[in-house]
């Protein structure tokens, strides 16, 4: 008997860990797959037609089929994070797929000829130009094609937005590229190809352009809004986030509401007799000297890090630095202010070096464009922004995610983590005295409003709880944006479900771990203990983040 019992245990441990391999391998080789696949589809001249969504959609039901087959429950910890991280993307792409379906609806989606201006117009050589030309815009004849065909949908704004590109774009493959063409001449090269491409190109964007007139205003109206149904999803499953869309959208005005209360509170603690938006038009006028804004950012950016290495808050182990530098000229239309482009190796004198782009001030600007530029570029966003990007911002994150062991964490992130670490680290200057008077406080809280705002309006169009000048009228009339503004704002949004909640919610995340790491310390408390720590774990949805933290 007693033997037979040792027998039956044997193969129940034989067998429980013959599973427990099979699940581990499995995952492995589900991993090591996922970190191969590349969704680069720039030269496929196949990548905006039906048969591709359709099929990409296939695939992304089987990856998920797949991983489900695998139980989590026999990975170690560390994987069964993992599992759950690979889980949340594929999610958040059926979602996109099956829910959102952009190119049913924004013409944009068909024009992407951005990166044909920042090619012809970047430090690239004249044959690696060609090579470019010659790949990319047969591409760019089929997307025009399949634009005709595809979209269903009339969303006005999105149609609105979709002509004025299809206008504004005839210079590129009429007046840019030809332009090129001439300069440049190499051998081997069928230069004479490129031009019928541009013909042809040229023929579908006036196609795709009377198409938008006279065609897509007579589809029934339709609404960009992700829904109800699949906005839950998203909080759900992608972001996984302990929120559906009705508490979501109450505790966005709730921190609206307070967020205003305690940009009053301090308005009239500066000035009594002058209303908290009088103060903040007197805040936004006080610049830097217009010719000395790349200087005044680089101040800040190394003030904000001597802030953070003086006061110990977050470890800082690589040889690193940020240079503030004046944006390339043929990006400086694509944003108002600028663009923060993180650090992808050692450079030359062994340093990790990310640049903060800034637009410089332009004398040939009308005065108009030179007035709102300088009341954007005002000491207390600078003071404010220059945390969120560089210290202990985004280049310090940046620099943790790529230092991580696993290929998985190194490249795979969402805003929710890095957007409301940046967020974060403005919170964080104000908590520790970097900001260095009220006047700059006061500017914090309103940037803070604005991600505030954010968490509103995006729960709120998608779930079309708001409208779309709902969202316009939230964002001039209480936060403070110039219309066209807050309708670049707005845009970004309605074509983008789910990201722009991550700055805030991200924050509130971090800060809710970083209390509860506190009390679970508490006398061996450090927030430099705590910071490391949880930016050593990785660019995850927070609840995860949390999970790794507390079991490490």
């Known amino acids: 008997m007693r033997t037979s019992v040792i027998s039956l245990i044997a193969i129940i441990l034989f067998t429980g860990c013959k599973i427990n391999n099979d699940d581990v391998n499995k995952f ?29 959609l296939k695939e992304i039901k089987k990856s998920l089929n797949d991983l489900r087959s695998i139980d989590a429950n026999n990975l170690n910890f560390e994987s069964s994070i993992d599992y759950r991280f690979i889980q949340s993307i594929i999610k958040g792409k059926e979602i996109v797929n099956e829910f959102h379906k952009p190119w049913n609806k924004d013409p944009r989606q068909y024009m992407k000829f951005r990166q044909i201006s920042n090619k012809i117009n970047g430090p690239f050589t004249c044959e690696e130009k060609l090579i470019f030309l010659l790949e990319y815009l047969p591409v760019v004849v089929k997307d025009l094609e399949y634009g005709k065909s595809q979209i269903t949908k009339y969303v006005p704004r999105f149609n609105e937005l979709g002509l004025f590109m299809a206008k504004s774009s005839k210079d590129i ?13 190499v051998k081997n090269l069928d230069i004479d190809n490129v031009e019928l491409l541009l013909f042809q190109i040229n023929k579908n964007l006036k196609e795709f352009t009377s198409f938008l007139e006279k065609e897509v205003p007579k589809l029934e109206v339709s609404s960009f809004s992700l829904g109800k149904e699949a906005y839950n999803k998203m909080l759900k499953h992608q972001l996984l986030l302990d929120y559906n869309d009705e508490t979501l959208w109450e505790f966005g005005w709730k921190e609206f509401n307070n967020t205003i209360k305690k940009m009053d509170e301090l308005a009239l603690k500066i000035d009594p007799s002058k209303t908290t938006k009088e103060l903040l038009i007197e805040i936004k006028n006080e610049y830097p000297h217009p010719d000395s804004m790349i200087q005044a950012h680089q101040y800040w950016v190394d003030k904000s890090g001597e802030h953070i290495k003086n006061k ?12 503030v530098v004046p944006r390339e000229v043929y990006l400086r239309k694509t944003s108002y202010y600028g663009n923060f482009s993180r650090s992808k190796g050692i450079d030359d004198e062994g340093y990790f070096t990310s640049e903060w782009k800034i637009n410089p001030f332009e004398h040939q600007w009308d005065q108009k464009t030179k007035d709102e530029y300088l009341v954007e570029h005002d000491w207390g966003v600078i003071l404010v922004t220059a945390p969120h990007e560089t210290y202990a911002g985004h280049h310090i ?28 680290n403005e919170q964080l200057m104000l908590e520790t005295g970097f900001y260095p008077n009220d006047k700059i406080k006061l500017r914090q809280l309103q940037l803070r409003l604005w991600r505030n705002a954010r968490v ?13 000048e709902d969202a316009i009228s939230l964002m001039t009339d209480k936060v403070g944006f110039l219309r066209w503004a807050a309708q670049l ?22 800060l809710k771990m970083r209390e ?27 609840s995860l983040m949390e999970d790794a933290l507390f079991n490490n």
């Not at 493959?173 to 001449?185: D, N």
């Not at 509103?456 to 779309?468: A, L, N, R």
């Not at 479900?497 to 991200?506: A, H, L, N, S």
């Open 489 to 510: 704002e707005i845009d970004s949004s309605s074509s983008r479900p789910g990201y722009f909640i991550g700055y805030f919610m991200g924050m509130i995340e971090i």
């Open 28 to 56: 492995d080789a589900f991993v090591k797959s996922f970190n191969e696949k590349e969704d680069n589809n720039s030269f496929n001249t196949e990548r905006m037609s039906e048969s591709y969504f359709s099929n990409q």
């Open 456 to 468: 509103i309006y995006d729960v709120g169009m998608h779930t079309e709880k708001m409208t779309y």
């Open 312 to 323: 110990k808050l977050i470890p800082i182990p690589w040889k690193e630095r940020v240079n």
């Open 516 to 542: 509860n790491y506190r009390k679970m310390k508490g006398k061996d408390y450090n927030i430099s203990d705590f910071h490391e720590k949880l930016l050593l774990i990785g660019n995850m949805p927070p």
């Open 397 to 424: 994150q940046g620099l943790y995610q790529m230092h991580n062991p696993s290929e998985l964490r190194r490249n795979n992130g969402l805003s929710l983590f890095s957007e409301g670490w940046g967020l974060y």
């Open 173 to 185: 493959f009429e007046v840019e590229i030809p332009k090129f063409l001439v300069t440049c001449s």
